[in-house]
């Protein structure tokens, strides 16, 4: 401390100063802002004197103050009429500033100096900057047509040094590393930089000269060191990857290649095709393609490094030489990026040949450079995201195969019938392995869905895009088209068949519409758009259910054969006999008699042995027994050859069980079938020895998702089943589409699909696993209304099922749409004496299994608690038009039975149906709502006929009761008085009832007259009323009367 009191103390000393800085620096400033204010106050003195001064000056000038006053009015008044029209307070504002005098004070004047002065400087630097940037574009042209000259001398040095050095020792001349360099990047720096300035800037699209100079680049300086393979030292490229320029060089240069092999603003040329070719060349040689053996050294690297820039993983980390980005768009719009995607003539146009060819080019260059890499071991899961990228974004592209010269993608289709599975069916692999999680819930739409092009844009939505190419490629490989069953390949047939109907479940409603024009509607936020679908790209959909396509494929998936059809459909098992040994005892006797027989048998006790019973059968009977008619004889026909029979009334006659009738016809008809079998089985081939039946499955679940979707079954829920929410746009149709039509014709008249589906329904053990599962409610508990037609995706092996997803519901249905389409040309000769559509036996099987299938449907399904957790799932129009057809058939055949037995009518019935239901019920309207249970209105004949008479019955006894009353109740109406004479009971029986109209269901109380018409006591509680309808009855039925007659062959009336 004493040190620092000698020292002075420094630190304190500076703390002084600094304070008497600032305090100093305040004072200055507290007395700079005192003469400020003086001198404004000065000068605001001087202004106003001087003002005085120039008023005065006027005032003196003028006459009067008066013309003051009236030059201020004038300028009001201009004021105004210059804003005539505008806001008349903001006029008379103006007008008031121009006519009072204007004051400001020197601090307003030097801030509008200030201001001015600001200004002034802005509008300079604008002048100047504008000025420097024209004179940097004048001496950047002037730079760039130096540099191309400088380019131009030394390109036509080195063409001519390596057409020297070719000429003496035959080799490619191959110029040093930095002569490359230097002159890519002279190249670089007098192109690019003009693309930025222009609208093609993002394309990087050369024009004119520098096309020509682009080639001469790539042909002298790039490929003769990338090709050659003697001195990697050479190599222009492995300097460029040591460093982040080089890189960004490499990446431009790529860019190039790719935007000028898919882009092209100019007419074709022979220098642009050149051009195309070496920059095709190149990246060809640098990606080891075409044999060309790039390795070695840091080449590797190259390749690597090329690969990812032209084919990323994913459409995010994609860069400007994004193959896929520079290939889909050359597709959507063309070369010139000014074509619409699907042009209005697309049917009648043939797009240019330089069109086809540049798409050709990169499409090659794409597939080939998929199969390089998975020919060179790499990443498994990269090469399936490539090829669901090519299939996601360029297959979906429509019109794919006129776009795209054929021999590009040729490698999708060829494949030798013993090799692999064709290019195409292993790129759907690889695309349900990435996305087949997704397509689980339905999600195609979500997969295919792309937001660079929208529906306004291109008329066809990917996925019908998507469907569209793929039926054109397989149509295109034998493999697969099914043309030649000696060259198909059964399994990976399968896989595409599968997915096919994968898409064919997921494509708008108007793919198949018989309409002119199918609309889609488009939701766009607020409101839905209906756009037109693309006929074009429809046509090309609709060639999966040609005829001729429908025919091979199905000639090629069926086997006989190899799947014992004619020893499934012979075979007999004892309940069979057992049927047939029932159907002998009963006769011939219609289904309709029997069961009413059979139902009328408790009631001939109770009814017909009554009192007024027998009085009204004698009174009818012998009356009328004097004009019986014998039964007319049924001629015989004649026999003879070259006659014509009538074979409708022979159907007729065997229908009904009458007399001989001649089988001339018939025998004919069943031997000409038995030399056509004859002639067949000699011209069939020996069975196929690598014969699969997957095949098989894929086309049925292909043409049952047609069938169930445009056949007009699976738009309305038969069940009427509780939905829980509306769908949002219609999935089915709800007629029959004229495509179905044809493609049922051919399915039942050209193919033996029904007998071969019928016999695998009871021969495979897949297909019968999956049919008792669905009739059974306690194996499944979904409901056969949520069915879906979808192949399901095996995770283990990345495929879609072979035999999985429902197949046994998709040959039952396939089976009985065409069924049902026979059944309509097929009369009961055909099917009793020729066997047709199958032996008779085995429709009694086919009974059975759908009488099951629609008792569960309308019985078990939502009700029974294993099912009652598909009330929240949605119907599906594949298990909705299951049950309808289903229903359909079963009433064709139960009206077949009616006329002819088929089985017996104990076939048809499932014990005690409604028997608890009716138990139930008390009151009239009870009995109502069972009609409209779905056994009732969808399958009445599964109900007994006595069951059904039953509730007639109650119907009728209930709905009497609400009406007229009843003693049990004690609840008799009074009802409506009748008077009837004795000696006239039928005419005033007639007269009375005939007045009543609707009230003839009220209670009638009868009340008789003698003959000479006296009243007669007693009181009517239903006892008159018996006596008066008996009487009735009798005098109507009188044949004296001419109101009936008896029938012909018949003692009764």
Known sequence: MFADELAGNPAKKRADEARARRLRAKREK????????????????????????????????????????????ENRNAALNITSGGDEKSAAA?????????????????????????????????????????????????????????????????????????????????????????????????????????ALASDMILLGDDLSRWAQLVKYLLLPGVCGNNNIDLDPILPW???????????????????????????????????????????????????????????????????????????????????????????????????SPIPVDADRLHFSADRRERAGTLVKLV??????????????????????????????????????????YDCLVR????????????????FLSCNGDNLLDGGMETVLYNPDVSLNECNATPVLCLLGTLVQLGRASSALNGKSPSEIQYKPAAEYYNFLALLINAAPLGTFSSRMSAVEWVYN???????????????????????????????????????????????????????????????????????????????????????????????ISGSGSSGIAKPTKIPSLSNGAGKLLNTSSISRQLANGKGPVDRTVTNAVMASEESNKTASELNHSAPRQDYSITLFFALCRVYC??????????????????????????????????????????????????????????????????????????????????????PLYNRSVHTLGEAEGNV?????????????????????VEIHDMEKPLPKHQLRRLILLQKKLLYRACCLDDVHEGTSKSQSVTSNSFGVALIAISANAMSDLYSRSSRRLLCSPKLWIEEDLLEKDMKRCKTHQDFISLLSVPICRICPFLVSYKCRLKLFERIVTTNRTEIQGSNELRNLRPGIMCTVNRSRVLEDGLAHLNKLGRDLRQRIVVSYLSEVGARETGVDVGGLFKEFWTDLSALAFNPDYALFKIAEGSPNM
Request: a positive charge; proline letters at 2%.
């Open 705 to 790: 998702s047609i069938l169930s979707r445009w056949g007009g079954y699976g738009k309305h829920d038969l069940v009427n089943r509780p939905l829980p929410e509306k769908q949002d746009k219609d999935h089915a149709s709800a007629t029959t589409e004229k495509c179905v039509t044809a493609l049922l014709n051919v399915l039942c008249f050209s193919t033996s699909l029904l007998e071969t589906a019928w016999a695998v329904v009871q021969s495979n053990p897949r297909v019968v696993s999956d049919l008792y599962a669905v009739i059974d409610v306690r194996k499944r508990g979904e409901a056969i209304r949520t069915l879906s037609s979808d």
């Open 241 to 339: 990857m040591e460093s982040l320029a080089g890189s960004r060089r490499f990446e431009k240069i790529l860019t190039l290649c790719v935007k000028n092999i898919a882009f092209d603003h100019g007419k074709a040329n022979r220098t642009k095709n050149s051009c195309c070719a070496i920059a095709n060349s190149f990246m060809r040689a640098i990606l080891r393609l075409d044999g060309n053996t790039y390795t070695g050294g840091g080449r590797d690297r190259v390749y690597k490094r090329s690969c990812s820039l032209l084919l990323p993983a994913s459409a995010t980390d994609s860069k400007n030489c994004d193959l896929f980005l520079s290939l889909r768009a050359t597709l959507f719009f063309g070369p010139s990026l000014n074509s």
């Open 367 to 408: 597939l080939d450079l998929i199969s390089s890499l998975e020919t060179s071991g790499a990443e498994l899961m990269a090469i399936c995201r490539l090829s669901s990228r090519f299939l996601v974004e360029i297959l979906t592209v429509p019109l794919f195969s006129l776009k795209v010269i054929s021999s590009s």
């Open 525 to 619: 936020g607020s409101s839905s758009t209906p756009i037109v679908l693309s006929s074009a790209v429809i046509d090309q959909v609709s060639a999966i259910i040609s005829a001729s396509t429908v025919r091979g494929l199905f000639n090629c998936a069926i086997d006989n054969d190899a799947l014992g059809t004619k020893t499934t459909l012979g075979n007999k098992t004892s309940k069979d006999k057992k049927h047939e040994q029932d159907l002998e005892e009963l006769g011939s006797t219609s289904a309709a008699n029997v069961a009413a027989k059979e139902a009328m048998t408790d009631r001939t006790n109770s009814i017909w042995r009554s009192g007024w019973a027998k009085k009204l059968q004698s009174l």
């Open 30 to 73: 507290q007395a700079k802002q005192r003469r400020h204010e003086e001198e404004k106050k000065k000068a605001s003195a001087s202004t106003i004197a001087s003002y005085a001064t120039q008023n005065a000056t006027s005032i003196s000038e003028s006459k009067d103050a008066k013309a003051v006053f009236d030059q201020a009015q």
């Open 415 to 430: 494949e030798g019938r013993h090799g692999p599975s064709p290019l195409l069916v292993r790129y759907i692999r690889r």
């Open 808 to 828: 046994g519901a998709v040959i039952l249905y396939i089976f009985t749409a065409c069924l049902c389409h026979t059944l309509i040309v097929t009369d009961d």
């Open 94 to 198: 103006i007008a008031e500033s121009l006519a009072a005098p204007e004051l400001k004070s020197a601090a307003e004047k030097a801030a509008e100096q200030r201001k001015l002065r600001a200004e002034q400087r802005v509008a300079t630097r604008a002048a100047v900057t504008i000025q420097s940037i024209i004179r940097s574009k004048q001496t950047a042209k002037i730079v760039r047509r130096e540099q191309r000259a400088i380019f131009d001398k030394r390109i036509v040095d080195l063409v001519a040094l390596s057409n020297i050095l070719k000429s003496k020792s035959n080799q490619e001349y191959v110029a040093p590393q930095a002569t490359v360099t230097t002159m890519v990047a002279q190249f670089l720096f007098f192109a690019v930089p003009t693309l930025r300035d222009s």
